[in-house]
């Protein structure tokens, strides 16, 4: 979903626009300071109150994606107020501050600005865009520093203006899972999904939440409709492998994992997983290949060296297997798993 609508307001006035285009600017570089610079010297700039100025002709100027607080960029542009007209550029660059100062962990300035853009922008019935990222900003905040219960009430209000929004339902399903109440977190993210069918992240978070609790068949049910909307996601399928795995379907498993390393030549992640699988099944060729693959896509990926060293000692390759430990502890010294197996090799 788009935070603040694709275009700047028509009545932003001319001396702002030039930093307010430096911040849109530097907030599409993740340079967060830069950003936070260009919007406080715009809003310094700003006529005192800018509600119905002209914009002298300028052509609307294009908005960043989003930022902070903002989470996706998925959906459509922003609808403009409930009534009809459209927040005042002062209310405009305060919540594209907020959201800054949000990701730059400047909470409670962040959180001020916050409750004045939902102040402004409460809209009544129909709330506006605005109203609900501000509000979901406010939320992040006061979540951050502790305040679950009004984090809480927040998300609510946010998800009662839009059940679709994800992000919401995300975050509020996290203060309930650890609060243990797993069937309102649930609750809450499948209700997400049946407004918008159409949110991939909604449904990797349902698939996360449905791990932590165990539920493993019904994520994988989860992660398999999540590729019928991205079925050239790599990482989708390589989540997917490994949760096959775990539900003891290996085949399908090894087979989610060779389509990951198809989509993606150099997921050098998927490689190692898929080279682990194909050693617990006997094929040790394979899954050399598919090991020395991820250290050709990755040559510091450390626990591939332990992944072949370990498929070496289950061959009885002994030096082979040292010799990929020690890489492994070349590039890692700390990595147990290595200094364990090497230490077992030496003593057998």
Known sequence: MSLTGNTLPSNFPAPAAAATERGIAALQGGAWEEARAAFREALRVLPGE????????DAPRASPAPCGAAGS?????????GCGEELSARTWLELRLAQTLERLGELEEAATLFRRVVSAAHGGAARPRQWQEAAFGLAVCRERVGERAEASRLYEEVLAADAGDYRAATNLAAIELAEGDDTAALAHLRGALEVNPQSLHGYTNLAGVLCSQGKLHEAVAVYEAALRLAPRSAALWNRLGLLRERVGSRAEAIAALQRATQ????FAVAYNNLGVLLRREGRSGDAEAALRAALRCDPTYTDAY???????YYEERDADALQAYEHALALNPDHEQAQRNRALLLAG
């Open 50 to 57: 800018a509600g119905g100025e002209a914009s002298n002709g």
């Open 73 to 81: 960029a998925e959906g459509a542009a922003s609808p403009a107020r």
């Open 263 to 266: 989509l993606e030549g150099e």
């Open 306 to 312: 332990v992944n072949l060293g370990n498929l070496y």
